[in-house]
T-cell receptor, first 111, second 115 residues
Framework: DAGVTQSPTHLIKTRGQQVTLRCSPK?????VSWYQQALGQGPQFIFQ???????QRGNFPDRFSGHQFPNYSSELNVNALLLGDSALYLC??????????FGPGTRLTVT | AQSVAQPEDQVNVAEGNPLTVKCTYS??????LFWYVQYPNRGLQFLLK??????LVKGSYGFEAEFNKSQTSFHLKKPSALVSDSALYFC?????????????FGAGTILRVKS
């Protein structure tokens, strides 16, 4: 049984560009959450998707947007990239409010 | 707002000795608490959770955690540390909103086990 998968593994972008990160949830899970983990910090909640709708959002600007597809996979989009967006982006999946299982993350570097 | 704190940036123990990684929480209502571990260049791995019931929770890889309501603590423990336990450990609390839920993490504690 595949766990949570994320792509790409690493990404380098330039300031002002846009990026799309992808996540496939663990089999049987219907909820996807995204977190940003800056270097030396704990993960910070970005938003959560369930039934293709954003259900809860953390303290992140509108430059961060997402989508959930009918197969429960999800995308995270970040527009107008800033240097401060450099971080490890983690996707987590769950069955409803059960414990969240995390993917390996996407390392985004903005230069 | 729900929050957790990990007062130690780093914990050093010798292999074979018991280890404790500390976590305190601040919540309104009943706490839903978790421990995750992160190895270099990896995502977070779920270790254990406390929802309700016994104050001693057993988890993966021989880890356990003790929930203490009076001290608002949820310390991670292991009777005998292994070098392979060296990693970054996060305590987290579930914050349930009107339509969803999120995990609120502490800053993390680096555990170093020396042989």
């Amino acid at each position: 049984d595949a766990g949570v998968t994320q792509s790409p593994t690493h990404l380098i972008k330039t300031r002002g560009q846009q990026v799309t990160l992808r996540c496939s949830p663990k089999s049987g899970h219907d909820t996807v959450s995204w977190y940003q983990q800056a270097l030396g910090q704990g993960p910070q909640f970005i938003f959560q998707y369930y039934e293709e709708e954003e259900r809860q959002r953390g303290n992140f600007p509108d430059r961060f947007s997402g989508h959930q597809f009918p197969n429960y996979s999800s995308e995270l989009n970040v527009n107008a990239l800033l240097l401060g967006d450099s971080a490890l982006y983690l996707c987590a999946s769950s069955w409803g409010f059960d414990e969240q299982y995390f993917g390996p993350g996407t390392r985004l570097t903005v230069t | 707002a729900q929050s957790v704190a990990q007062p130690e940036d780093q914990v050093n123990v010798a292999e074979g000795n018991p280890l404790t990684v500390k976590c305190t929480y601040s919540v309104s209502g009943n706490p839903y608490l978790f421990w995750y571990v992160q190895y270099p260049n990896r995502g977070l791995q779920f270790l254990l959770k406390y929802i309700t019931g016994d104050n001693l929770v057993k988890g993966s890889y021989g880890f356990e955690a003790e929930f203490n309501k009076s001290q608002t603590s949820f310390h991670l423990k292991k009777p005998s540390a292994l070098v392979s336990d060296s990693a970054l450990y996060f305590c987290a609390v579930r914050d349930i909103g009107e339509y969803g839920n999120k995990l609120v993490f502490g800053a993390g504690t680096i555990l170093r086990v020396k042989s």
